[in-house]
């Protein structure tokens, strides 16, 4: 149990287009999600949380209009990329945490390049 | 502000080694602790967490870690390396809430040398 799923776990796309990754949450109910991103070599970095129905708390430096992070149902949180551009360009990871676990659980990744 | 430290960026054992991989923590309350591997281009598996509960915490893959609040440590250990151990991992914490965000490490690179 506990299972999270990304798609797609590849994306490449020019600059100037947006791009949505989708994290779902497939035997669980996730009442928080949270979205991260990891560039080469680096540790993850949290961008955002979400709560299911409300708006998503970014973090100090994370723009909010360009990483748009929709949390429609307690199973699927989307963040969509807007108009991207190749500094853009790293590995996004979701997470997901329920009532009844003492931890999150994470997507296999996403990885973005932006040509 | 919690925070976590992990010394070493890379470390490299032999293997059938001693495995030995230090994170350092600071919390104003009570944390949660994690250790995280992540394998290259792939999402993180969670290796194991404390919860306030038994201060030795045996994982997976034959890990454990050791919680030492006078030493506010949370080491990684795996008696004899394997091969199959070389990844990247990740000490956290978080201060227990269920949806809490979790803070990372930098991250330990662990090499195993035949």
């Known amino acids: 149990g506990a299972v999270v799923s990304q798609h797609p776990s590849r994306v490449i796309c020019k600059s100037g287009t947006s791009v949505k990754i989708e994290c779902r949450s497939l035997?669980?109910?996730?009442?928080?999600m949270f979205w991260y991103r990891q560039f080469p070599k680096q540790s993850l970095m949290l961008m955002a949380t979400?709560?299911?129905?409300?708006?998503?708390?970014?973090e100090q430096g994370v723009e909010k209009d360009k990483f748009l992070i929709n949390h429609a149902s307690l199973t699927l949180s989307t963040l969509t990329v807007t108009s991207a551009h190749p500094e853009d360009s790293s590995f996004y990871i979701c997470s997901a945490g329920a009532f009844s676990y003492n931890e999150q659980f994470f997507g296999p990744g996403t990885r973005l390049t932006v040509l | 502000a919690q925070s976590v430290t992990q010394l070493g960026s890379h470390v490299s054992v032999s293997e059938g080694a001693l495995v030995l991989l230090r994170c350092n923590y600071s919390s104003s309350v009570p944390p949660y602790l994690f250790w995280y591997v992540q394998y290259p281009n792939q999402g993180l598996q969670l290796l194991l967490k404390?919860?306030?509960?038994?201060?030795l915490v045996k994982g997976i893959n034959g890990f454990e870690a050791e919680f030492k609040k006078s030493e506010t440590s949370f080491h990684l250990t795996k008696p004899s390396a394997h091969m199959s151990d070389a990844a990247e991992y990740f000490c956290a914490v978080s201060d227990g809430k269920r949806d809490d965000k979790i803070i990372f490490g930098k991250g330990t690179r662990l090499h195993i040398l035949p």
């Open positions: 404390y919860t306030s509960a038994a201060t």
């Open positions: 979400s709560n299911e129905g409300s708006k998503a708390t970014y």
């Open positions: 035997d669980f109910q996730a009442t928080t």
